[in-house]
């Protein structure tokens, strides 16, 4: 899974800001440091959706910070088949001939908020000529 670190800086007006040194767009306030995270977690989301709706590379993570969010599974494998498709200069249409779906269906397996099945997304890599490994650490 990948896991983002983000910084806490405190801000003149009592808050936390919150960023993403991975992920530049992705940035947040918060009260405390409980509320930053929660904050934090929704700005990666919406950071890392604009990456997928752009067709741009998603930056995986590297850097260290004072605290993480780490992307669920599924959230995780479907950053993962964009970056695929970016690199090998597939569209969406192309998937979707592909794996003889309808748009709508290849649209919601690269949506972060909707709850695709990791087995949609198996089938992508494939048809891209990857296989999706899940892993125990």
């Known amino acids: 899974m990948l ?18 040194p991975d992920l ?3 940035a947040a306030v ?6 930053a995270k929660a ?4 700005a990666l989301e919406a950071a ?14 590297a850097a260290v910070g004072a605290g993480a969010v780490t992307l669920p599974a599924v959230q995780t494998a479907k950053v993962l088949l964009s970056n695929e498709m970016v690199m090998q200069g597939i569209r969406k249409a192309e998937l ?3 794996l003889t779906l309808h748009m709508p269906q290849v649209d919601r397996m690269l949506d972060l ?4 099945k990791i ?6 890599f494939a048809v891209l000529g990857k296989r999706l490994n899940i892993e125990v650490v």
């Open 3 to 20: 896991t983002y670190c983000y910084t806490l800086t405190p801000d003149d007006n009592d808050t936390l800001l919150v960023q993403f």
């Open 24 to 26: 530049p767009e992705a």
């Open 30 to 35: 918060g009260e405390n440091a409980d509320n």
């Open 39 to 42: 904050n934090a977690v929704e």
């Open 48 to 61: 890392l959706q604009m990456y997928l709706d752009a067709r741009r590379p998603v930056p995986l993570p």
């Open 96 to 98: 979707a001939r592909r």
């Open 113 to 116: 908020s909707h709850a695709s």
């Open 119 to 124: 087995e949609a997304i198996e089938s992508a």
